[in-house]
């Protein structure tokens, strides 16, 4: 039987393309997710083709095999955990970018591509694909999956708003291609945006047409600390008004400050005096397409930090402020380092995240837990590092928050998605009705509940 | 029987607010589609909340009526056209503006509110929802059905874009909220976006939120007249590229432009001389947030339109500025005014205008027929008015242009929908497999088949 199965799909992709077993490396058994042990798949394949991907998808519903697909595995739910049983689907051979194409503003890229090669690829064009989610070896296949966000979001929007077609397999076998190297399209129900955000469940990407901007020649990061932080969070919405369109808009506690820049050995010229005195920071980041311009957007935020409140202003420029984004972006792994238990991202209306988090403190107190974090202020995505050894404590607190963060109009999760790790919150706090429409849909597209079974719905 | 479903209707919204046969007024047959015949409805129900929207669809549900759900009838698809043994649901009384929320940059509308209502409470705050679709009665309801866009998507993007949650109500009767006032969310299928431009086809929006920009406080429109089309679609990328961002980025062929003028008396400033040598004109839109940023972007422009073969560079201030945008929004009416038989908005990637365009005019020649038009260059969305007033030949020639539209990667329709009026070219030209899935998913939100019957799919 299991011969039987990977003789199969080793006619598809090749034997060489196919593992099983023991031959599988550790590091397919899931994804950077703190709270979901990995798991050996039974077989592994690697496509190369998006033919083979439908090929694959059609073998293993005949042999009711569930199918998990995994790109770079840097995501943090769960969600490229394979099953026991299950057939994982890497596209680490499918990591082309196919075009970069200067009049449309567009590029076509196939799914295992990274982040960091499309970034180098688009630079070339004085281009810039503006989703940034703090990890640059994840696939863009995998951000698809997930609709991964980060700290452009506030400018530039989420992997939801900057796909505009795919090319995906179908897990009944077809390969489909939906929207296109359009930004409008008004022909009937989205299938692209139905896809992304799917953790895999629905659809199979096999290649990607993702919009960009053009790349600011200039740039800069500015850093405020101030008293607490409902100033820092009252700040934001006067930023927003003023039309300077920052494209990073950050809140950093002090403890998480303090661990960060201990860990990336960063020096910010804060005083000792200033640091003592400051709960909380706010950081900003702007561009524009000439120096002179930047200067002057620099120039009306300072007097709008100093109005409101803020104890200094300071203007980062080349190594600092590289190295606070990229101190920032890794705030996950540092949370991991200093013995973090989870990490999640709630997600609220921006105007309810200082009482948002105040609740959180309350709740983390009475369980006796530690909750520390930094976020997206300019979004309202709560990136929180959970501090509680004993499973059920901690999945009894994560209950609460994420009900309150759901209460406050927000959700389960901004950026990271659902996945494994937290399936269970979503399916006893979510709407019944919604819950029931969301089955129907995957039935729907997967009749035969091979994708990912599991993640996301039970 | 008749007298049965009535009864029932008037017990979930009142007496007064439900009308049968002749007692409803042929306002309420259609929208603007120039193909799609008036059609009375056999009732029609005022709901005044969402409850009472949920509670028809039951009780349509009960009686197997089909059920097509009217804004303001502005829609150019047909896709508000009732069945004549249907109960039309008009959200003409569900029409207040509920919340505009500073501190989050949104909005909370009922369906029924007009965009022009919205302009002005939105003003009043410094704020901008920033879809402009050139019909300012049309309705945010409608504008979610239809997936609407308008000429400043090339900045801001479409109604899909800007809506970031619904309250809808299922044809199976629950109420159920999606997204919110949240710009990111990862949690499970996005039910917003499957609802926004499904024409009524999936589920009924009760209450929308949609985002705000700021207003900007100074703005200006630029006319440069070239030589011909190809001229001005060459300009295009290389504005997006300078990273001016225009707002407005539209391209006018001088025979549409000569009617233009002619219905809007607008006078522009143009000698005879150059406006007789020009074969195409583009018209782009800046803003800014101080006039001396402004200027200096009007000024980079002028450069770049210069070295790229503008006859001239005309900046249009005041009423000259807002008489022209005007009479480009009213394109449609003036297409219809000069006898058009059908007006169609192909979308296709913005380097494949020129020939695209090229080709729809050879294929008109050789259908003897006419067309002509205008566009949103910035995203490839081309507004063609068509000239024949045989039906069969003309429905010959549009699927000529679909076919030849999508064969070069684009749609059928950039913002005003299929509805009805291409609901069969739609099922004819779109991939099999696609439409297969369509209606699954139609089957997952609407076992019962009410809404909007006949309506994108058959």
Redesign the interface.
Same mark, same amino acid.
């Given at each position: 039987m299991l011969s039987d199965v990977a003789t199969r799909l080793a006619e598809i992709v090749g034997e060489q393309q196919v593992l099983t077993g023991d031959q599988i490396s550790a590091d397919y058994a899931g994804d950077e997710a703190l709270t979901v042990p990995g798991q050996q798949p039974r077989f592994l394949a690697r496509p190369g083709t998006a033919e083979e991907v439908a090929a694959l998808l059609v073998a293993a519903a005949e042999h009711g095999v569930p199918v998990t697909a995994r790109g770079s595995g840097t995501g943090l739910s769960g969600a490229a955990r394979p099953r026991p049983d299950g057939l994982l689907v890497s596209f680490e051979r499918m990591n082309a970018v196919l075009e970069v194409?200067?009049?449309?503003?567009v590029a076509v890229v196939q799914p295992g591509v990274t982040l960091s090669e499309l970034d180098a690829r688009t630079a070339e064009a004085?281009?810039n694909y503006t989703v940034y989610p703090g990890e640059m070896s994840a696939s863009v296949g995998g951000n698809v999956g997930?609709?991964?966000?980060g700290m452009r979001?506030?400018k530039y929007?989420?992997t939801?708003?900057n796909v505009l077609g795919l090319q995906a397999a179908?897990p009944t076998g077809?390969l489909?291609?939906?929207g296109?190297?359009?930004?409008?399209?008004?022909?009937?129900?989205?299938?692209t945006? #139905?896809v992304?955000?799917?953790e895999g469940t #629905?659809a199979l990407a096999t290649e990607v047409i993702v919009k960009l901007y +053009?790349r +600011?020649?200039h740039g800069v990061t500015v850093l405020a600390p101030f008293e607490d932080l409902n100033q820092v969070l009252a700040v934001v +919405?006067r930023i927003?008004?003023?039309?300077?369109a920052p494209h990073i808009l950050e809140y950093i506690d002090n403890l998480t400050m303090a661990a960060m820049t201990y860990a990336a050995d960063l020096r910010l010229g804060v005083p000792d005096e200033v640091r003592d005195a400051s709960g909380a920071y706010l950081v900003v980041g702007l561009e524009n397409?000439t120096a002179a311009?930047l200067d002057?957007d620099v120039e009306l935020l300072g007097t709008l930090l100093g109005d409101l409140g803020a104890a200094e202003v300071y203007v980062l420029e080349g190594n600092a402020a590289r190295t606070l984004i990229e101190a920032r972006e890794k705030a996950f792994w540092t949370a991991k380092s200093i013995g973090a238990d989870d990490v999640i991202d709630v997600?609220? +209306?921006?105007?309810e995240m200082a009482e948002f988090l105040a609740s959180t403190r309350e709740l983390a107190l009475k369980a006796e837990s530690g909750v520390l974090g930094c976020g997206?202020a300019g979004?309202?995505?709560v990136h929180l590092a959970v501090f509680q050894k004993d499973p059920d404590k901690r999945r009894a607190l994560l209950h609460e928050i994420f009900a309150e963060g759901m209460a406050v109009?927000?959700?389960?999760?901004?950026?990271?998605?659902?996945g494994n790790a937290k399936r269970d919150h979503?399916v006893e706090l979510?709407?019944p009705?919604?819950l029931e429409? #969301?089955r129907?849909?995957?039935?729907?597209?997967d009749p035969a509940g091979i994708l990912n079974p599991g993640v996301?719905?039970d």
């Amino acid at each position: 039987m299991l011969s039987d199965v990977a003789t199969r799909l080793a006619e598809i992709v090749g034997e060489q393309q196919v593992l099983t077993g023991d031959q599988i490396s550790a590091d397919y058994a899931g994804d950077e997710a703190l709270t979901v042990p990995g798991q050996q798949p039974r077989f592994l394949a690697r496509p190369g083709t998006a033919e083979e991907v439908a090929a694959l998808l059609v073998a293993a519903a005949e042999h009711g095999v569930p199918v998990t697909a995994r790109g770079s595995g840097t995501g943090l739910s769960g969600a490229a955990r394979p099953r026991p049983d299950g057939l994982l689907v890497s596209f680490e051979r499918m990591n082309a970018v196919l075009e970069v194409d200067t009049e449309n503003h567009v590029a076509v890229v196939q799914p295992g591509v990274t982040l960091s090669e499309l970034d180098a690829r688009t630079a070339e064009a004085g281009l810039n694909y503006t989703v940034y989610p703090g990890e640059m070896s994840a696939s863009v296949g995998g951000n698809v999956g997930a609709n991964a966000g980060g700290m452009r979001a506030v400018k530039y929007g989420v992997t939801r708003h900057n796909v505009l077609g795919l090319q995906a397999a179908l897990p009944t076998g077809e390969l489909i291609r939906t929207g296109g190297k359009l930004t409008k399209i008004s022909t009937g129900y989205d299938l692209t945006q #139905l896809v992304i955000g799917s953790e895999g469940t #629905l659809a199979l990407a096999t290649e990607v047409i993702v919009k960009l901007y +053009p790349r +600011p020649a200039h740039g800069v990061t500015v850093l405020a600390p101030f008293e607490d932080l409902n100033q820092v969070l009252a700040v934001v +919405p006067r930023i927003i008004s003023s039309g300077l369109a920052p494209h990073i808009l950050e809140y950093i506690d002090n403890l998480t400050m303090a661990a960060m820049t201990y860990a990336a050995d960063l020096r910010l010229g804060v005083p000792d005096e200033v640091r003592d005195a400051s709960g909380a920071y706010l950081v900003v980041g702007l561009e524009n397409r000439t120096a002179a311009l930047l200067d002057g957007d620099v120039e009306l935020l300072g007097t709008l930090l100093g109005d409101l409140g803020a104890a200094e202003v300071y203007v980062l420029e080349g190594n600092a402020a590289r190295t606070l984004i990229e101190a920032r972006e890794k705030a996950f792994w540092t949370a991991k380092s200093i013995g973090a238990d989870d990490v999640i991202d709630v997600v609220v +209306p921006r105007s309810e995240m200082a009482e948002f988090l105040a609740s959180t403190r309350e709740l983390a107190l009475k369980a006796e837990s530690g909750v520390l974090g930094c976020g997206h202020a300019g979004d309202g995505n709560v990136h929180l590092a959970v501090f509680q050894k004993d499973p059920d404590k901690r999945r009894a607190l994560l209950h609460e928050i994420f009900a309150e963060g759901m209460a406050v109009g927000g959700a389960i999760s901004g950026e990271h998605g659902i996945g494994n790790a937290k399936r269970d919150h979503f399916v006893e706090l979510e709407d019944p009705a919604k819950l029931e429409l #969301l089955r129907r849909i995957k039935q729907a597209f997967d009749p035969a509940g091979i994708l990912n079974p599991g993640v996301l719905l039970d």
